[in-house]
């Protein structure tokens, strides 16, 4: 019998073989990666109290790590088989982000490990869009770009086999393994080489420069890559002074003392020299840039809903802008309007407004009937602490875009949400993140109670 290669470890040595990739491939985000690890170390030398948490929870090793990276796919097929692609790495669709709301046109799942065991392993994750054509307005321009896309395979033809063969046998032999994250990595590169003439990107980019980006090259190159960063105000305010442009603002929450939720920024995307298909012109794109996050707890539904309302109203106060002329309102608006959000994990449990692990502490325990987890907990004997947020924020994910497609991106509404679609497209639909979070606490809690001798 061959053993087969644990999904676990092919996510985890494939995000590092990108990282490598992307580091050659825009050196400015080795740079971002410096920064990164320097404001890291400092912040874990300055805490001690964190460097013990770190250690306890996450190592120390692995911690400046990418979290996520992002593509932008042009068909239902494509999409199909990156999900297939993405299951032998253990990853899964969670969620749906509907970009169009932000005159975006694309909708967009997160592919990811779901157990706890195996973001642990390695939480890295794949925000994935899928390009809605039928938002290209011009009927000719639109059965242009589908025909160009139907005629591309941005996989190559052995990543497709070891998919396959996934399927067919229930896993990888180490050495398939081995060749499967060389391959899939092919569709994840760079090519500076369009497949359209200077004219045909013109006018898909005077459609939308998304649509430019997605249509015109052999891949969904990866456009960004995203390590954690432990204070990302920090590194946010020290990318200048190492020749980074940052993005205006800060997305996501207000720094807090309890994060929740996701806090991103990014640095704006190159210029890069491309070529066009046809003749020798060359031209300009912009697409690829580095962003840093630091993840929260995360909150329920009720949470999220007044999440939702603060960050409404803060933007309502003042709207950042591209320029960064108002980065000092908006954050301080920000911080106001987020009050009524407990800055404290006890007050978010009472509220249920967050979801924790809850584990014992090890005091014994001797009165062992009708005991509540509140009465554990106020004894001593039962322990919580925040389950990290491991999705995204299409508020956030909107204001990434935007800054790194240029600014003056057009922002106008431009169609209803189809989930049914998308759904469609993947051919299965997505998990509810808040599902996820639930079965995670309900599992420590039952896990808590057996190690307590309680039914
Ligand atoms: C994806 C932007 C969204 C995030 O972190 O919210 C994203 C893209 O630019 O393709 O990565
Ligand atoms: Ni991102």
Same mark, same amino acid.
């Given at each position: 019998m061959t053993t087969f290669a644990d999904p676990n470890d092919i996510r985890a040595r494939f995000c590092r073989a990108m990282s490598e990739m992307y580091r050659q491939e825009v050196p400015l985000y080795g740079d971002l990666v410096d920064l990164v690890e320097t404001t890291n170390a400092a912040a874990i030398a300055a805490d001690p109290a964190l460097r013990t948490r770190l250690?306890?929870?996450d190592g120390l090793e692995r911690i400046s790590e990418e979290r996520h990276g992002a593509i932008r796919l042009g068909t239902a097929e494509e999409l199909h088989t990156m999900c297939r692609l993405f299951v032998v790495m253990g990853m899964h669709p969670v969620g749906y982000y509907d970009l169009s709301v932000a005159g975006i046109p694309v909708h967009s799942t997160a592919f990811r490990p779901v157990d706890a065991d195996a973001l642990k392993?390695?939480?890295f994750r794949v925000f994935t869009s899928l390009l809605r054509s039928e938002l290209i307005s011009d009927p000719e321009l639109r059965a242009e770009a589908e025909a160009i896309l139907a005629d591309r395979d941005i996989f190559t033809p052995l990543a497709r086999q070891l998919i396959d063969k996934h399927e067919?046998?229930?896993?990888l032999s180490l050495e398939d393994a081995e060749r499967f994250i060389e391959e899939a990595l092919e569709t !994840?590169?760079?090519?500076?080489d369009a497949r359209v003439s200077a004219s045909t990107y013109q006018r898909l980019h005077d459609a939308h420069r998304l649509v430019a980006d997605v249509v015109s090259f052999r891949g969904p190159h990866i456009n960004h890559l995203t390590p954690r960063t432990l204070d990302i105000d920090q590194v946010q305010a020290d990318m200048p002074a190492r020749g980074i442009t940052p993005k205006a603002v800060i997305e996501g929450p207000p720094p807090r003392q309890c994060p929740v939720l996701l806090r991103q920024t990014s640095f704006k995307a190159l210029e890069e020299e491309i070529a066009f298909a046809g003749d020798d012109t060359r031209g300009k794109h912009t697409a690829r840039f580095g962003e840093i996050e630091q993840r929260?707890?995360?909150?329920?539904?009720?949470?999220?809903a007044l999440y939702d309302e603060l960050l409404d109203r803060a933007r309502g106060l003042a709207q950042p802008k591209a320029d960064g002329s108002n980065a000092?309102?908006? $954050?301080?608006a920000l911080s106001d309007v987020f009050r009524p959000l407990p800055d404290d994990y006890a007050q978010l449990r009472d509220q249920? $407004?967050? !979801? !924790?692990?809850?584990?014992?502490t090890g005091k014994p325990l001797d009165n062992r009937t009708g005991v509540t987890i509140d009465e554990l907990i106020a004894s001593g004997h039962v322990r919580f602490d925040p389950i990290v947020y491991e999705d995204f924020l299409p508020v956030s994910a909107a204001g990434i875009f935007q800054s790194n497609l240029g600014d003056n991106a057009a922002a106008d509404r431009l169609a209803h949400s189809n989930q049914a679609a998308f759904e469609a497209a993947l051919g299965r639909p997505v998990k509810d993140e808040f599902a996820l979070y639930g079965d995670?606490?309900?599992?420590s809690l039952a896990n808590t109670r057996a190690a307590l001798g309680l039914a």
């Open positions: 250690e306890a929870t392993h390695s939480p067919a046998e229930g896993g !994840f590169r760079w090519h500076a929260g707890i995360a909150l329920t539904r009720k949470g999220r000092g309102d908006y $954050m301080r249920g $407004m967050a !979801f !924790f692990h809850y584990s014992p995670i606490e309900q599992k």
